[in-house]
Nanobody, 124 residues
Framework: QVQLVESGGGLVQAGGSLRLSCATSGRIFSSARMGWFRQAAGKEREFVAA???????NYADSVKGRFTISRDNAKNTLYLQMNSLKPDDTAVYYC??????????????????WGQGTQVTVSS
């Protein structure tokens, strides 16, 4: 059973920073593509960032230069460092795991397992 547990969400003022973590079961972590998605109220789930098993990264244009995705294979943990946060970043953030060969990386259909989500609220 694959389990993903996010943490690190909260309320922050615009311009502030948060770091999200996603703890995973170790059996699949090192061989999988990992991703972060978010869903704002009344909107569809959207891609935020992805990282391959070799460490290659991809970002949505809206977060490029502000967010950094990383993974610690020894700790089976995925991270999302979020800087210069904006009110538009307010959403529930989800981590996800997919097969390393699943494409495209930005589609939620390429991921098989999801965490329960963590709320990020950015006040203006």
């Amino acid at each position: 059973q694959v389990q993903l547990v996010e943490s690190g969400g909260g309320l922050v003022q615009a311009g502030g920073s948060l770091r999200l973590s996603c703890a995973t079961s170790g059996r699949i972590f090192s061989s999988a593509r990992m991703g972060w998605f978010r869903q704002a109220a009344g909107k569809e789930r959207e891609f935020v960032a992805a990282i391959s098993r070799s460490g290659g990264t991809n970002y949505a244009d809206s977060v490029k230069g502000r967010f950094t995705i990383s993974r610690d294979n020894a700790k089976n943990t995925l991270y999302l460092q979020m800087n210069s946060l904006k009110p538009d970043d307010t959403a529930v953030y989800y981590c996800a795991v997919g097969s390393y060969y699943s494409v495209p990386y930005y589609s939620h259909t390429s991921y098989d397992y999801w965490g329960q989500g963590t709320q990020v609220t950015v006040s203006s």
